[in-house]
């Protein structure tokens, strides 16, 4: 009796386990109390898990996300650089540049990106800034602008230094800043780039160190990072079914494991709605006289990442014209249109007219009929719940 007893409990147990983890596809407890970690749709920047989220931590060599993409948005790929004295020689991770020697920011990239030069990334700052110092200066200017409102970098390659610290979610957004530009998604998604010798002096093979490129389904990108100070670091992008995710974790001693559990959660709670297809949408909104009208449309899509029900809980809000003022030419705004998750704005977007309507001999008589009767071009709000799914706001999971 006994037995059965103890047998019944392990049942129920491992019964409960199976539904936990099918109701929630991240297991927090595997999460070290120390880790900053979050996972972020590139495409619409939703916050899809976080844990530590917001801490001020080190990052070590994922630094140098945030200096490829500044190089790559304002240099010449092709321009050859001379290795300045200050750069060869750089502790920690190399690729053995030495001083004098040609090289070019293409190249310079790869070895920064694939195996964490750190030589690369001081001559690259010094080729676009003068100084490490101005070019750090540029680096939290260019952070802000991403959406990293907690970081500070004071070197470009991630060493231990005071006040150089983000977060995981400020280095999440730099990174799917940084995946829109297609250089940088093809330098940080190459298993391994040679050196051509055009304007370079010596030919060298690089290697990525990302495991999650050669071990994890969809995986393409982004940078690896370890310091003492920091810890073992990894920012993944993935790509399924249409959707990228960015994974960030800090001070992961697991990081490979834990990156591939976040991002598996991640895939199989959210999937990729549109919220809203413009092809598809149309309005006529009555111009000038009576009997005429103008076509009128919105220019762009939006999709986001709903988990199961979330699209209950979407509408779309149309504020249009009551009348449009002639003439009416193409790209005219017509009036707005608005996506909410409950009372969160997640998009909006202007109506324009995609038609041109003149003004006739008719329209003037009919204006100066109206004149003194109120504006010619009243407002109506129509809301309606949105045909595609929608999604929530972040929430830790």
Request: charged share 20%; net charge neutral.
């Amino acid at each position: 009796m006994r037995h059965s007893k103890r047998l019944c409990a392990a049942v129920l147990v491992l019964v409960s386990l199976l539904i936990g983890a099918a109701v929630f596809p991240y297991n927090v407890h595997a999460a070290a109390v120390s880790a900053g970690e979050a996972v972020l749709d590139c495409e619409s920047g939703r916050v899809l898990y976080e844990h530590n989220a917001d801490k001020q931590m080190p990052m070590a060599s994922t630094t140098k996300i945030l200096t490829a993409i500044i190089i790559l948005e304002d240099c010449d790929l092709d321009a050859v650089v001379t290795v300045p004295p200050q750069a060869a020689g750089t502790e920690g991770s190399s690729v053995y540049l030495v001083a004098g020697e040609k090289i070019t920011v293409r190249d310079l990239l790869y070895g920064l990106m694939l195996r964490s030069g750190n030589d690369c990334a001081v001559t690259l700052a010094l080729y676009h800034s003068g100084t490490v110092e101005v070019f750090a200066a540029c680096m939290n200017a260019r952070a802000q602008t991403m959406g990293a409102v907690n970081s500070s970098f004071v070197n470009p390659h991630g060493l231990p230094a005071e006040g150089h610290y983000t977060t995981a979610l400020d280095l999440a957004r730099i990174a799917a800043y940084a995946l829109r530009n297609a250089s940088f998604r093809e330098i940080v998604s190459a298993k391994e780039w040679r050196t051509d010798g055009d304007g370079t002096e010596t030919v060298r093979l690089f290697h990525n160190k990302n495991k999650m490129l050669y071990n994890y389904a969809g995986a393409d990108g982004v940078k690896t990072g370890y310091t003492k100070e920091a810890g073992r670091c990894l920012v993944t992008s993935a790509e399924r079914s249409g959707s990228r995710y960015v994974c960030v974790t800090l001070n992961s001693p697991s990081m490979y494991e834990r990156s591939a559990e976040l991002l598996d959660g991640s895939f199989a709670k959210f999937r990729r709605a549109c919220l809203f297809d413009a092809e598809t949408f149309s309005v006529r909104i009555p111009a000038g006289s009576r009997g005429k009208s103008c076509a009128c449309a919105c220019r762009e899509s939006f999709y986001y990442p709903l988990a199961e029900g979330e699209e209950k809980a979407v509408r779309i809000e149309k504020d249009v014209c009551g009348r449009l003022c002639l003439p009416v030419r193409r790209g005219d705004a017509a009036g707005e249109l608005r996506i909410f998750l409950e009372n969160q704005l997640l998009f909006s977007q202007k109506i324009v007219s995609i038609e041109e309507v003149k003004k006739s001999f008719s329209d003037i008589l009919y204006e100066i009929a109206k004149n003194g009767r109120g504006k010619s071009c009243a407002s109506t709000s129509i809301s309606q719940p949105a045909a595609s799914p929608a999604a929530a706001p972040a929430t830790n999971l």
